[in-house]
DNA sequence: CCGGTCTGTTCTTCACAGCGGAAGAGTAGC
DNA sequence: GCTACTCTTCCGCTGTGAAGAACAGACCGG
């Protein structure tokens, strides 16, 4: 049996307790999460808060609480540590070019995964996301790679049941879209007030998680302008090519 | 993008954030995690312990830390709620009657997870267990289900590579025995001075969750009694049928 | 529809738990 | 053995986390 630490954090061992009675037992009522914790239930409420802000659960319609994306996954993790070393300058640099929020993504299965950001410096801007997923088919780095996958891929990832694409057909006509232009468009579909644009960048080889990455610029919609596009879609392409190129010499 | 909780905790914060990162991208350097987190190394010290003591987290022999096993999980959660419900009061009236500490495990692929715990009274007593896991293998009551699977099923649970068990031939005998026993014995195998004995819940249908639970007794090894097995496994056994009756009679 | 019960959410106060700096310990390479 | 890097332990202090209470919402039965 483990002891527990010395020097243990009282909050965090309830929320993490919390977390592994969610992805254990599935449906939790408040009141229940907090009988079986031993808290009042504010701070019951309180911990499920933290723990729905940071998709570790959800709360369902009848006002259950249920296991969040973190706790669902569905393949084991891939190490992205050296992706985003080589990646990091590369979007600071651009941002440091166009002064808007720049994103490192990788998508796993159907959701697209913010590994890395560097924010601009102007007063109104998109935030550091990095941590947080988002539905892949709906993201503008998402939909960047799925545009790069096989379109039997797509329809198995999209087709089955409970699928949250309804129309697969006019997701893979939007993606054949994106793979003629080379980056797709997300004008907030995902987030209020934010237009991104992403770019996937070239996989030096098949498999690995290069193959998975994307770049996107995320901006106020207020500062989107189309003519503007060429430009950021230029700067775009051009940093994940430069990151894709690094990923070849380091592994020489 | 979701708003952080008005009563917000912020030591939560910390931990699921860098669960969240071990989860995402694999092996992590205390160092880096402190600065991944803008923490104080002895901050981010704590809260890997933390993650470590809840299997949120491993540390390697190479001192990185990566995602744990309840990270890892490689199945979909089931609700075991009506299950505890159900079992609970069993479980208390056994711990009456022996005074010594009973458990309800659910096996969810190769684990042993710890539902509930009725604890004893003696000052010397097995602490609740509840929310955690052992290898299934090893654990009483995880091998008296195991032992109630085909035997192909467990050839494809143990015969993959990376399989904990180095043996399948040696674990289907000891589950051959188990079978022929109706109960199993882990004596100290998982957790020093602990000796438990563990059956399965009858299962009353195929699939469902009581098809994987089972019930153990788990006691101190100073006051194992060869002698007092028998009575130990009837009740064991008696209190697991109750179990399963009232299973069938819930559903109707 | 109303009242009662149950459950979830919001707010405030205060004491002690969580944080970080510093010291100590461990590891790896030359 | 020495140096540099990294991890682990310890302690004091203040602001954060917990819980009580009030409020709000949901549900059910008469």
């Known amino acids: 049996m483990k002891n527990r630490p010395v020097y243990g954090i009282q909050s965090v061992d309830h929320a993490l307790r919390l977390a592994a009675l ?11 999460a907090a009988e079986r914790l031993g808290v009042a239930r504010s701070t019951a409420h309180r911990l499920l808060a933290m723990l729905v802000y940071r998709d570790f659960a959800e709360q369902r319609e009848d006002r259950r609480y249920v296991a969040g994306p973190v706790l669902r996954r569905v393949e084991a993790p891939e190490p992205v540590t050296e992706l985003r070393r080589i990646a990091l300058p590369h979007l600071q640099a651009l941002t440091e070019a166009i002064d808007e929020t720049t994103n490192l993504i990788v998508v796993v299965g159907d959701q697209a995964r913010f590994v890395a950001s560097a924010e601009g410096t102007q007063v109104l801007r998109v935030g550091d996301r990095a941590g947080r997923v988002l539905p892949a088919h709906l ?22 049941a409970g699928s ?22 997300n004008d907030r579909k995902t987030e209020t007030g934010v237009t991104a644009i992403g770019a996937a960048i070239p996989a030096p080889t098949a498999g690995g998680v290069a193959a998975r990455a994307a770049l996107s610029i995320a901006l106020p919609t207020a500062r989107y302008r189309r003519d503007r596009l060429p430009e950021w879609v230029a700067r775009l392409t051009t940093t994940a090519e430069r990151i894709a190129h690094e990923l070849v010499d380091d592994q020489a």
Chains 1, 2 share one sequence.
């Open 164 to 185: 949250p694409v309804a129309d697969v057909d006019a997701l893979l006509r939007d993606l054949r879209r994106v793979r003629r232009r080379g980056f797709a468009v």
């Open 139 to 160: 993201a503008s780095g998402g939909r960047a790679v799925l545009a790069t996958l096989d379109e039997d891929r797509v329809r198995a990832l999209y087709g089955r």
């Open 22 to 32: 969610l992805a254990q037992e599935g449906p939790l009522r408040l009141s229940e």
